[in-house]
Every structure is written in structure tokens, then in C-alpha cells.
């Protein structure tokens, strides 16, 4: 399994632009599809958008659907999640994850996750 360092996050006005970055340990970071997730309290963590291991998108949540973009550079071993026009309903605590599959119903790696807040 890859270990998961994230990093970005914090408090931003809403309609501003916050990039988080997922970075991973070893040599098998390329070999893994990577995945955004969120999770407010008392909801169920949910995939936000999701990446192939080859750099294809695979998924994008319909509430962030043409404002959040997942990217991964792997010379990095680095996935991005940009994240534009924020909204209060944003806020939530960031997960990055690692799968063997496209579906992400089994997540191999969890990043320690880090706060977004969108708050004026």
C-alpha cells in the first residue's frame, strides 16, 4: 500500500480557490487510481472526484462538477484536487484515498485528511 501525506486546505472565502495536494510515498504511486473524498459531520464520506492511474479522470461529483478539477502528476507521485468557486457547502474535511480499482468501493490508502473551510 502507498502511504498518503496531504497537504493545502484551510479557510477561504466563498468564491475563491483553494489547491490541495496528495502525495505519496514509494515506488507504487503510479500503479494506484487516486480518489477526493469529503466528509462533514454526520455524513457519510463521499467521493468527490476520482483519477486513473494513467491520468484519465474518472469521476466528478455532481455538486462540484465543472468547478473542481482533479489532476496527478506522477514524477510527483502527487494528486491535485483544484478546487474553484467555493461555496459554504464545501466545507468539509479532505480525504485523498488510493484504489486498485476504478470504483473506489475498496480504498487501499487514506491520506490524514486536512480542513476546508469556506466561510466570509
Known amino acids: 500500500q502507498v502511504q498518503l501525506v496531504q497537504s493545502g486546505g484551510g479557510l477561504v472565502q466563498p468564491g475563491g480557490s483553494l489547491r490541495l495536494s496528495c502525495a505519496g510515498t514509494?515506488?507504487?504511486?503510479?500503479?494506484?487510481?487516486m480518489g477526493w473524498f469529503r466528509q462533514v459531520p454526520g455524513k457519510e464520506r463521499d467521493l468527490v472526484a476520482s483519477i486513473a492511474s494513467s491520468g484519465h479522470v474518472l469521476y466528478y461529483n455532481d455538486s462540484v462538477k465543472g468547478r473542481f478539477t482533479i489532476s496527478r502528476d506522477n514524477a510527483k507521485n502527487t494528486v491535485y484536487l483544484e478546487m474553484n468557486s467555493l461555496k459554504p457547502e464545501d466545507t468539509a474535511v479532505y480525504y485523498c484515498?488510493?484504489?486498485?480499482?476504478?470504483?473506489?468501493?475498496?480504498?487501499?490508502?487514506w491520506g490524514q485528511g486536512t480542513q476546508v473551510t469556506v466561510s466570509s
Open positions: 514509494g515506488r507504487t504511486f503510479g500503479s494506484f487510481h
Open positions: 484515498g488510493s484504489s486498485e480499482t476504478y470504483s473506489f468501493h475498496a480504498v487501499a490508502s
